[in-house]
C-alpha cells in the first residue's frame, strides 16, 4: 500500500464536555448539517460540510445524550439525563416542546415521514410521539428486555430497531403489533446501529467487533474484528465500499466493507472516541470524542491541502461557506452575533 498523506482533520471545538452522539442530515437545498450532542448538555448545530458553528440548543438541564435532525433539517431533537426529550426548530433555535420521561432518555430518532419522535432509555420504554399533536400521550412499546441504548426506523416507518445498554443483540419491532419480529444476536451490548441510506444494511458496533446486517431478511452479511472495543460505526453511504469506526484506543479506522481490511487510521483525539458518521455524500466523516471535540475527515486526498491551513474549524472568523448559503439557518437564532462572539471566546479559553 503506497504511503499516504497525514490526514488533518477539520476541528470543531466548543462543546465543554465529551461529545456523545453525532448526527448527519440529509442533503438539503441549503446544504446538509451535522447535529452534536454533548455532557455539557447542549446540543449544537454546524455546516456538514466546514463544520462551522451555526447555533446551540439551551433548555436541557442534564446531559445530552443523543440528537437527531428531521429530514429537511428543519427541525432537531436531543434525548438527555434530565428525564426530557426536546422538540427544537432547527433555524431558530426555539424549544418547541418539551416531553417528560420517568428516567434518563438515552435515544432519540425521527420517523422518516418526519410526523414521529421515538425515544428509549433507561425506563426499558420505547415511546413514539406524534408530532402533529405533541401535547397527546404517545404510544408505548413496553416490552423491552433491557434498557434502552438505541433506535432507529426502517421499512418506511413500519420498523423500529433498538439495542439494550446492558444486554445483547438488536431487536426488530413490528410497528403494527408492537412485537419484536427478529432478533439480530451479538455477543456484547450494541453501542451503536445504524440503517444505511440506501435501507440495505444494518451497522452494528459490539464490543471488538463491526457486523453488517441485510435490513430487509436479517441474516448476517459482514462480521470483523476490530484491533480494540469500538463504540460506534458508519457505512459510507454512496458506494457502500468503505466504513469508519472508532472506540477506546482514541484513534478512527477506514476499513474495506469486502475484505475488512484496515485502509486508514487516524490519529489525533485525546479521549476515546464515542461516535463516528459519515456524511451522506460519502465525501467526510466526523467523529466525536471523550476530548470534548468534533472532528471532520476528509475522504478525498484532494481536499487535504485545503485542510492543512484550516485546521482550526470551531466558530472562528475564518468561514468557508458563503453566507447566503446558511443564512436561513442563523436568521433568528437564540445566539446572535453576540453569542457567535462569547462563543468564540469559549473556544479560544478551551
Known sequence: MEKKKVAV??????HSRPVVDLFYSPITPDGFFLISASKDSSPMLRNGETGDWIGTFEGHKGAVWSCCLDTNALYAASGSADFTAKLWNALTGDELHSFDHKHIVRTCAFSEDAHCLLT???EKVLRIYDLNRPDAPPREVDNSPGSIR???WLHSDQTILSSCSDIGGVRLWDLRSGKIV????TKSPVTSAEVSQDGRYITTADGSTVKFWDANHFGLVKSYNMPCN??????????GNKFVAGGEDMWVYVFDFHT?????CNKGHHGPVHCVRFAPGGESY??????GTIRIWQISPASQEENDSHPGNGPTEKVRVSADEVTHKIEGFHIGKEGNAEEKEKVSDA
Do not use: M, N, W
Open 150 to 152: 438505541t433506535v432507529a
Open 230 to 239: 469500538v463504540e460506534s460505526a458508519s457505512l459510507e453511504p454512496k458506494q
Open 120 to 122: 428509549g432509555g433507561f
Open 260 to 264: 475488512g481490511e484496515q485502509i486508514g
Open 286 to 291: 466526523a467523529s466525536g470524542s471523550e476530548d
Open 9 to 14: 482533520p477539520l476541528v470543531c471545538h466548543g
Open 182 to 185: 427478529q432478533t439480530l444476536e
